[in-house]
């Protein structure tokens, strides 16, 4: 098994994992929160447009200049926060060739201020169509801003210029930054996939179990289930049931589970007959062990390196799977999977803004964990096969 | 019993499992189901017809023998969503689903097969490779993520296809225009599934092929003379046929999976949307007759492909009509 | 004639773990086939008989090392190309496969198949065939109704004896026969043969006839061989054979001949 350092999946697999434990730390916002203008371009994508920059006005750091070399922002929000309060004191907008700077908003705690309020354009002497940021910085080159009188005060003077671009992978239509809802979705497709390929393989393995060692009645009645399920076309039956039974996350991991089962019972049972004529069982039946007995403690640890293999090949199935119903909708809106990104990707406009920042990293997020999966699996696949072939453990 | 009954009388008891489930979800949902429909076109006294139509002021085994006659003669009732009949929304929109399904299934199925056989023909050859890893890829992308993809390129940064629909709004008149502006929509949809699905064929029939060739008898074709080509065709392909037809049949209602995925992807007017709005909009009575006519779509299949793997394959002919 | 010189052939070899390696199945074996007599080439498993009559057509697997000569009539198989040899396959020389191999195409009745042999080497349409078909079976000792079935619902016999029409379709000038009697009862055996030797006295066949069955082998041939271990060790008349073996080995199996007879005679 050593071997299995060397398999590139393995170590994808692992910062994968990783991400999904730890990725939160990366960005301190919440995914939900919104970030930036909807339909962000990327920041490396296209550097004439403006990135959407935070520009925070602190007791410490009361003055700054800002290099503007793009295009004027698409939205300016300015907010000073509660604590600052009232101190007749002015929040400065200053360009250096020009020598009377405007005054932008009052330092008075909980103000709050759009750039399309009518209200703070004719305040500021600007026009009143547009967005304030348009008029505010038109041009490019150096911009003052500081805040009027000496001393200390309370609080920060937060001053948000939204541009077309944001973060590593762009915004959504509700400009929420994609790479965090990226890293949530790894999260969201690893849970689902293991955990529903946990329950189907259960299920599997104890009806493969009961079916090759009790045989009869009772292997003709599972058969035939199997076979019953396995004719069905699978996703109009998940719609159906997604439709009936709610949108949930663990409602999701059932039905997929329920739908799973089948190969796996397939190749225990399999296992399982061959294995209960062996010389070894035939001598522990005949000493008197019960069913159970031989059961619990000498054919299932034998199916299991088979049972490893086969989940981790059916891991991407269940990924796929929950992908499919999040896409058409059927998963709960309040949960970020990657099929949901595409599904909002889809229904809300990407299309039409060309927002393909949107769409790409969700479907290569779920084809690379496939792969994962794939290629691990077929790892574990070949290291079970000479085992099987040598026969039973004597 | 004869083996033909055994399947048929597993066939209908499939049809009569899927009519009982059908039946039991509209009603066991709790209180009157058509008290639900908030749609304001439906008056009261139109709810009160639906009720009567449904037999639902009547006893549950007989709403259930109306039930079945109802179904069985393929009146499907009046949808809740658009007031229409069932019958005749499904009757728009089959003969896009069935183009759309048909015209993917016999493109992809033939690419990957021709592929199939070149590669199996060729081992070890970059074609081979090349095979053997877009199959492997086709499984782990997610369909509508290609076909999402290929409609941003394709539709949206370069306006080659359009953004949805089956037809354009408002269609063009005169047969050959509205022909090709139908072709222009179907198009890319089309497109994405052979590209989804060829590879999966070309996969199976390399396999598939790899063995027969290495069969005694096609040594033995091979002994007595005869050219290469006839070899392939009349003794190798031949051989193969039984299981590709099976395999070609069964994929069928796989395929309506598809469906759904595909014209939600692209917006087309078809059975498979139909499906995904009659199940997120609670509209019983369409999801019914989706479901059943899906139910009967499949049996068919199953048994068709039984049925030609009997007859184009005499091995197992004499099997089947002995028991 | 077929004139066997210095033939050898080494298959390559893969392992479950793998790697290539080699086996020497035939080393330096010479010997000829002349029409109108039945040569038998006989030895144990493994001895590299059947390597060698497959060999004589081409139709050992890719990879296969081959050398020496196979002269068919002073012309060498070996080094003939592909297109050339085919024509040569079936019209000069035909095969009857081992009974055990699936020699018919399952989805083809087996009268097809002797069609499509008539078909493309002398070009005959079905109707002419029908004839010939018919002929063909009734040498074999078939019925020729049996033409319309399909190769599953022959017995083993049957089998063998299509598989025997098939062969003389093209009336060929010599008949490779692999095991023939293998994995069929006593009397069908007998009967096989019998008809094999009809067929070599009746058209002047050259007949070569692999077996692992020796006495059976020595008592229908006019020449016998016997290999072991890829080698020709014996060569002669089968009487002088089983009277003076000069090899140790075939003194062994000639032994075990005699002993089998020895319990047959006191054993009734």
Same mark, same amino acid.
Not at chain 2, 235 to 252: D, G, K, V
Not at chain 3, 33 to 53: M, Q, T, Y
Not at chain 3, 166 to 194: F, M, N, S
């Given at each position: 098994?050593?071997?299995?350092?060397?398999?590139?999946?393995?170590?994808?697999l692992?910062?994968?994992?990783?991400?999904?434990?730890?990725?939160?730390?990366?960005?301190?916002?919440?995914?939900?929160?919104?970030?930036?203008?909807?339909?962000s371009?990327?920041?490396?994508?296209d550097?004439t447009?403006?990135?959407?920059k935070?520009?925070?006005?602190s007791?410490?750091?009361?003055?700054?200049?800002?290099?503007?070399?793009?295009?004027?922002?698409?939205?300016?929000?300015?907010?000073?926060?509660?604590?600052?309060?009232?101190?007749?004191?002015f929040?400065?907008?200053?360009?250096?060739?020009?020598?009377?700077p405007l005054?932008?908003?009052?330092?008075?705690?909980g103000?709050?201020?759009d750039?399309?309020?009518i209200?703070?354009?004719?305040?500021?002497?600007l026009?009143p169509f547009g967005?304030?940021?348009?008029?505010?910085?038109?041009?490019?080159?150096?911009?003052?801003?500081?805040?009027?009188?000496?001393?200390?005060?309370?609080?920060?003077v937060?001053?948000?210029?939204?541009?077309?671009?944001?973060?590593?992978?762009g915004?959504?239509?509700?400009?929420r930054d994609?790479?965090?809802?990226?890293?949530?979705?790894?999260q969201v497709?690893?849970?689902v996939?293991?955990?529903?390929?946990?329950l189907a393989?259960?299920?599997?393995?104890s009806?493969g179990?009961?079916?090759?060692?009790?045989?009869?009645?009772?292997?003709?009645?599972?058969?035939?289930?199997?076979?019953?399920?396995?004719?069905?076309p699978?996703?109009?039956?998940?719609?159906?049931?997604?439709?009936?039974?709610?949108?949930?996350?663990?409602?999701?991991?059932l039905?997929?589970?329920?739908?799973?089962w089948?190969?796996?019972?397939?190749?225990?049972r399999?296992?399982?007959?061959?294995?209960r004529?062996?010389?070894?069982?035939?001598?522990?039946?005949?000493l008197?062990?019960?069913?159970?007995?031989?059961?619990?403690?000498?054919?299932?640890?034998?199916?299991?390196?088979?049972?490893?293999?086969t989940?981790t090949?059916?891991?991407p199935?269940?990924?796929?799977?929950?992908?499919g119903?999040?896409?058409?909708?059927?998963?709960?809106?309040?949960v970020?999977?990657?099929?949901?990104?595409?599904?909002?990707?889809?229904s809300?406009?990407?299309?039409?803004?060309?927002?393909?920042?949107?769409?790409?990293?969700p479907?290569?997020?779920?084809?690379?964990?496939?792969?994962?999966?794939?290629?691990?699996?077929?790892?574990l696949?070949?290291?079970?096969?000479p085992?099987?072939r040598?026969?039973?453990?004597q | 019993?004869?083996?033909w009954?055994?399947?048929?009388?597993?066939?209908i008891l499939?049809?009569?499992?899927?009519?009982?489930?059908?039946?039991?979800l @509209?009603?066991?949902?709790?209180?009157?189901p058509?008290?639900?429909?908030?749609?304001?076109?439906?008056?009261?006294e139109a709810?009160?017809?639906?009720?009567?139509?449904?037999g639902?002021?009547q006893?549950?085994p007989?709403q259930?023998?109306?039930?079945?006659?109802?179904?069985?003669?393929?009146?499907?009732?009046i949808?809740?969503?658009?007031?229409?009949?069932?019958?005749?929304?499904?009757r728009s929109?089959?003969?896009?689903?069935?183009?759309?399904l048909?015209?993917?299934?016999?493109?992809?199925? @033939?690419?990957?097969t021709?592929?199939?056989?070149?590669?199996?023909?060729?081992r070890?050859?970059?074609?081979?490779?090349?095979?053997?890893?877009?199959?492997?890829?086709?499984?782990? @992308?997610?369909?509508f993520?290609v076909?999402?993809?290929l409609?941003?390129?394709?539709?949206?940064?370069?306006?080659?296809f359009?953004?949805?629909?089956?037809?354009?709004?408002?269609?063009?008149?005169g047969?050959?225009?509205?022909?090709?502006?139908?072709l222009?929509?179907?198009?890319?949809?089309?497109?994405?599934?052979?590209?989804?699905?060829f590879?999966?064929?070309?996969?199976?029939?390399?396999?598939?092929?790899?063995?027969?060739l290495?069969?005694? @008898?096609?040594?033995?074709?091979?002994?007595?003379?005869?050219?290469?080509?006839?070899?392939?065709?009349?003794h190798?392909?031949r051989?193969?046929?039984?299981?590709?037809l099976t395999i070609?049949?069964?994929?069928?209602?796989g395929i309506?999976?598809?469906?759904?995925i595909?014209?939600?992807?692209f917006?087309l007017?078809g059975?498979?949307?139909?499906?995904?709005e009659a199940v997120?909009?609670?509209?019983?009575?369409?999801?019914?007759?989706?479901?059943?006519?899906?139910?009967?779509?499949?049996?068919?299949?199953?048994?068709?492909?039984?049925?030609?793997?009997?007859?184009?394959?005499p091995?197992?002919?004499?099997?089947?009509?002995?028991r | 004639?077929?004139?066997i010189?210095?033939?050898?052939?080494?298959?390559?070899?893969m392992?479950?773990s793998?790697r290539?390696?080699?086996?020497e199945?035939?080393?330096?074996?010479?010997?000829q086939?002349?029409?109108?007599?039945?040569?038998?080439?006989?030895?144990?498993?493994?001895?590299?008989?059947?390597s060698?009559?497959m060999?004589i057509?081409?139709?050992?697997?890719?990879?296969t090392?081959?050398?020496g000569?196979?002269?068919?009539?002073?012309?060498?198989?070996?080094?003939?190309p592909?297109?050339?040899l085919?024509r040569?396959?079936?019209?000069?020389?035909?095969?009857?496969?081992?009974g055990?191999?699936?020699?018919f195409?399952?989805v083809?009745?087996?009268?097809?198949?002797?069609?499509?042999?008539l078909?493309?080497?002398l070009?005959?349409?079905?109707?002419?065939s029908?004839?010939?078909?018919?002929?063909?079976?009734?040498?074999?000792?078939l019925?020729?109704?049996?033409?319309?079935?399909?190769?599953h619902?022959?017995?083993?016999?049957?089998k063998?004896?299509?598989?025997?029409?098939?062969?003389?379709?093209?009336?060929?000038d010599?008949?490779?026969?692999?095991?023939?009697?293998?994995a069929?009862?006593?009397?069908?055996?007998?009967?096989?043969?019998?008809?094999?030797?009809?067929?070599?006295?009746?058209?002047g066949?050259?007949?070569?006839?692999?077996?692992h069955?020796?006495?059976?082998?020595?008592?229908?041939?006019?020449?016998?061989?016997?290999?072991?271990?890829?080698r020709?060790?014996?060569?002669?008349?089968?009487?002088?054979?089983?009277?003076?073996?000069?090899?140790?080995?075939?003194?062994a199996?000639?032994?075990?001949?005699?002993?089998l007879?020895r319990e047959?005679?006191?054993?009734?």
């Amino acid at each position: 098994m050593r071997d299995i350092f060397l398999r590139w999946s393995f170590w994808c697999l692992l910062l994968l994992i990783g991400t999904a434990i730890f990725g939160n730390r990366l960005f301190d916002a919440p995914p939900e929160r919104e970030v930036a203008a909807p339909f962000s371009k990327p920041l490396w994508l296209d550097r004439t447009l403006p990135p959407t920059k935070e520009i925070r006005l602190s007791p410490e750091s009361p003055s700054l200049l800002l290099d503007w070399h793009y295009a004027p922002p698409s939205r300016l929000s300015i907010r000073v926060e509660p604590s600052a309060g009232e101190t007749g004191r002015f929040v400065l907008w200053r360009k250096p060739e020009t020598e009377v700077p405007l005054r932008l908003a009052p330092l008075r705690g909980g103000f709050e201020a759009d750039g399309r309020d009518i209200a703070f354009k004719r305040s500021l002497g600007l026009p009143p169509f547009g967005d304030a940021a348009a008029s505010l910085f038109s041009e490019q080159g150096g911009y003052e801003l500081s805040v009027s009188g000496e001393g200390p005060w309370d609080g920060d003077v937060v001053l948000k210029l939204e541009g077309g671009r944001w973060g590593l992978l762009g915004t959504d239509q509700r400009g929420r930054d994609i790479a965090s809802l990226f890293i949530a979705g790894v999260q969201v497709s690893l849970i689902v996939g293991i955990f529903a390929t946990l329950l189907a393989t259960f299920l599997g393995t104890s009806l493969g179990l009961a079916a090759g060692y009790l045989g009869g009645w009772t292997d003709s009645v599972i058969m035939r289930i199997v076979d019953l399920l396995l004719s069905i076309p699978l996703l109009p039956v998940l719609m159906a049931l997604a439709a009936l039974w709610g949108k949930g996350l663990w409602q999701l991991v059932l039905i997929l589970s329920i739908f799973s089962w089948m190969g796996t019972a397939r190749t225990i049972r399999a296992l399982t007959l061959t294995l209960r004529d062996a010389s070894y069982i035939e001598g522990l039946r005949g000493l008197g062990a019960p069913s159970k007995y031989i059961l619990r403690r000498h054919l299932l640890p034998e199916t299991l390196p088979v049972l490893l293999a086969t989940m981790t090949l059916g891991v991407p199935g269940a990924i796929l799977s929950e992908a499919g119903l999040s896409f058409l909708g059927l998963s709960d809106p309040r949960v970020i999977s990657w099929g949901r990104m595409l599904h909002e990707a889809h229904s809300f406009g990407a299309f039409t803004a060309g927002a393909w920042w949107m769409l790409l990293p969700p479907g290569f997020g779920i084809a690379l964990l496939c792969l994962v999966f794939l290629d691990l699996g077929k790892f574990l696949e070949e290291k079970v096969d000479p085992r099987l072939r040598k026969g039973v453990r004597q | 019993m004869n083996y033909w009954n055994r399947r048929i009388a597993s066939a209908i008891l499939v049809l009569a499992l899927v009519l009982v489930l059908n039946f039991l979800l @509209f009603r066991l949902m709790p209180g009157d189901p058509v008290a639900s429909i908030i749609d304001p076109r439906f008056s009261p006294e139109a709810k009160e017809q639906l009720r009567r139509m449904y037999g639902l002021d009547q006893s549950l085994p007989v709403q259930f023998l109306m039930y079945v006659k109802s179904t069985l003669s393929f009146d499907f009732g009046i949808s809740f969503l658009t007031g229409r009949p069932v019958m005749d929304e499904l009757r728009s929109r089959v003969p896009n689903t069935v183009f759309l399904l048909g015209t993917s299934l016999l493109l992809s199925s @033939f690419l990957g097969t021709w592929l199939g056989m070149k590669a199996a023909l060729r081992r070890g050859s970059i074609l081979e490779k090349c095979v053997l890893w877009i199959g492997a890829l086709s499984f782990s @992308f997610p369909s509508f993520f290609v076909q999402l993809v290929l409609l941003m390129f394709f539709a949206s940064m370069l306006p080659v296809f359009p953004l949805r629909g089956t037809l354009s709004v408002p269609p063009p008149s005169g047969g050959a225009a509205l022909l090709f502006d139908y072709l222009r929509h179907m198009a890319l949809p089309v497109l994405s599934l052979v590209l989804l699905g060829f590879g999966g064929w070309a996969i199976y029939v390399r396999n598939l092929m790899v063995k027969i060739l290495g069969e005694d @008898f096609i040594l033995l074709a091979r002994a007595r003379g005869l050219p290469k080509k006839n070899i392939l065709r009349r003794h190798a392909f031949r051989t193969m046929l039984p299981p590709l037809l099976t395999i070609f049949l069964l994929a069928l209602p796989g395929i309506v999976s598809g469906a759904v995925i595909t014209e939600t992807v692209f917006s087309l007017h078809g059975v498979g949307r139909f499906l995904l709005e009659a199940v997120t909009g609670h509209d019983y009575p369409a999801a019914g007759a989706a479901f059943f006519l899906l139910a009967l779509l499949t049996v068919a299949c199953n048994l068709l492909s039984d049925l030609l793997y009997g007859v184009t394959d005499p091995r197992v002919r004499l099997e089947r009509g002995n028991r | 004639m077929i004139s066997i010189r210095n033939l050898s052939i080494t298959y390559g070899r893969m392992t479950s773990s793998g790697r290539t390696g080699e086996t020497e199945a035939v080393r330096n074996v010479s010997f000829q086939v002349e029409k109108g007599k039945l040569f038998a080439l006989a030895g144990e498993s493994g001895s590299g008989k059947s390597s060698v009559l497959m060999a004589i057509p081409g139709l050992l697997p890719d990879g296969t090392r081959i050398s020496g000569d196979i002269l068919l009539d002073g012309t060498n198989l070996i080094t003939l190309p592909e297109d050339e040899l085919n024509r040569l396959r079936w019209w000069r020389i035909a095969l009857v496969p081992q009974g055990a191999m699936n020699s018919f195409t399952p989805v083809l009745t087996v009268g097809r198949h002797v069609e499509e042999v008539l078909e493309v080497h002398l070009g005959l349409s079905k109707k002419a065939s029908q004839q010939r078909i018919e002929e063909l079976f009734r040498m074999a000792g078939l019925e020729p109704a049996l033409a319309s079935r399909y190769p599953h619902e022959l017995s083993g016999g049957q089998k063998q004896r299509a598989a025997i029409a098939l062969a003389l379709a093209c009336d060929p000038d010599y008949l490779l026969c692999d095991e023939p009697t293998t994995a069929l009862d006593v009397i069908t055996q007998q009967g096989i043969v019998a008809t094999l030797k009809k067929l070599v006295e009746t058209r002047g066949l050259g007949l070569l006839l692999v077996s692992h069955d020796l006495p059976l082998a020595a008592s229908v041939c006019s020449r016998l061989f016997i290999m072991k271990d890829g080698r020709l060790v014996e060569e002669g008349e089968p009487r002088e054979i089983v009277a003076h073996p000069h090899n140790p080995h075939s003194a062994a199996l000639v032994n075990a001949l005699l002993e089998l007879e020895r319990e047959e005679e006191s054993g009734c």
